[in-house]
């Protein structure tokens, strides 16, 4: 009798065990939609010393609205794929550094940015698809769900950098700013980027179909251009004459030319000093903080969320 019984038992928690086990198969399907803000690090703008595209150079005044959509997919309970669109806005300003050189340079720019990518989310506690619940006491309520997680990828992105002229937004890469096209200086630099994103993100498990996401995310791109700087000066004369007035004007806008900070000088020998515009060392980078709502789509249910 006693031998029945424990069988009986060992069966149904193997039953129990295996059915919990698999419930995350028939939950692999989610869709996502967020909003936040976006932030650039680069050339233009940041902290003291040159730009980079570390936290540093983060300024919150520069930060702009951020839209995304996504679909993922559950691998296992532990590693998720997601594919995302992201469409936002960057932008950086010389006038909010306190460095005095770059300050002097007197650049600014704005871009949109429009974003897809492929993430990898890795839950190192795995991902939690239902609640777990109080046994004993308060029957059937349930306590919070947490599931933290890292994300790395691949993104591709388009950008278009402009600057406010004359109360006008004119594109810059059309502008060869830095020279680029004519004879020794390199070609016109492309409108689009790799990208790898990581970051970190953690889930809020609301009920079997709901869930709230908060991520932060970097992107180290592949790019030093999003900005429209990175090299050094050009002759401004030379570009306008490739380019229009409004290009050699644009090339350098420095507050004082005299300071000797920006510009080209020419020796005595009749060689050009290009001084630096930008710095090749170090590509563009920007961050995405995003909120979002989450709707797990479960194999068997019928209802569709409205958004």
Known sequence: MKRKLILSILILLLGYTTTNAQAWRRSRHEVQLGIGASNFLGDLGGAKGIGTHGIKDYKFQVSRPTIMAGYK???????????????????????????????????????????????VEMYPFTEHTRHNYRIRGTSGKSKLTISPYFVTGVAFSFFQPKTKYNGEWVKLQPLGTE??????RPDKYKRYTFAIPLGIGVKFLIDKHWSIGFETSLRYTFTDYIDDVSTSYYIPSEIAAANGTIAGILSD?????????????????????????????????YTFTIISVHYRLIKGTKFIPRF
Do not use: C, H
């Open 179 to 184: 020279g680029q096209g004519l004879a020794g």
């Open 73 to 119: 997919y559950m691998v296992t309970p532990a590693i998720s794929l997601k594919a995302s669109f992201i469409t936002s806005y960057l932008s950086g300003d010389d006038a909010l550094t306190k460095n005095p050189v770059r300050r002097n340079r007197n650049l600014s720019f704005r871009s949109g940015l429009w974003e897809t990518a492929i993430s």
């Open 253 to 285: 806008r420095a507050l004082d030319p005299s300071l000797g900070y920006t510009g080209v000088n020419q020796l005595p020998s009749g060689a050009y000093n290009y001084l630096q515009r930008g710095d090749t060392n170090y590509n563009d980078a």
